[in-house]
């Protein structure tokens, strides 16, 4: 059974910054793409960045590109996203998702993805 679980949001003031984590257990981790994405309320399920399965490569979409870093850790099957210089945009839930990764190019769409998280609430104060 795959398991995804995020961690690390919470409240935090503009200009402030969040570490979120990810774990995933069940599947062979080094094998999968992985990818944040984020869904405000009221608004669709949009990407946020993504990073192959070797760790090579990386995305970001424009409204977080340079504020935002995301790597990941393979020995300890996990994923994180390092937010800083948050704005009040930045509030929504946060999704950590799996995508076999395999000889195959990175993605940043929701349909792209295979197993999910249940998300991490950011919320940014102004």
């Known amino acids: 059974q795959v398991q995804v679980v995020e961690s690390g949001g919470g409240l935090v003031r503009s200009g402030g910054s969040l570490r979120l984590s990810c774990t995933v257990s069940g599947l062979p981790f080094a094998d999968y793409a992985m990818g944040w994405l984020r869904q405000a309320p009221g608004e669709d399920r949009e990407g946020v960045s993504c990073i192959s399965w070797r760790g090579d490569e990386t995305y970001y979409e424009a409204p977080v590109k340079g504020r935002f870093t995301i790597s990941r850790d393979n020995a300890k099957r996990m994923l994180y996203l390092q937010m800083n210089s948050l704005k009040p945009e930045d509030t929504a839930m946060y999704y950590c998702?799996?995508?076999?990764?395999?000889?195959?190019?990175?993605?940043?769409?929701?349909?792209?993805?295979?197993?999910w998280g249940q998300g991490t609430q950011v919320v940014v104060s102004s």
């Open positions: 998702a799996a995508r076999f990764g395999v000889s195959r190019p990175i993605a940043m769409s929701r349909q792209d993805y295979e197993y």
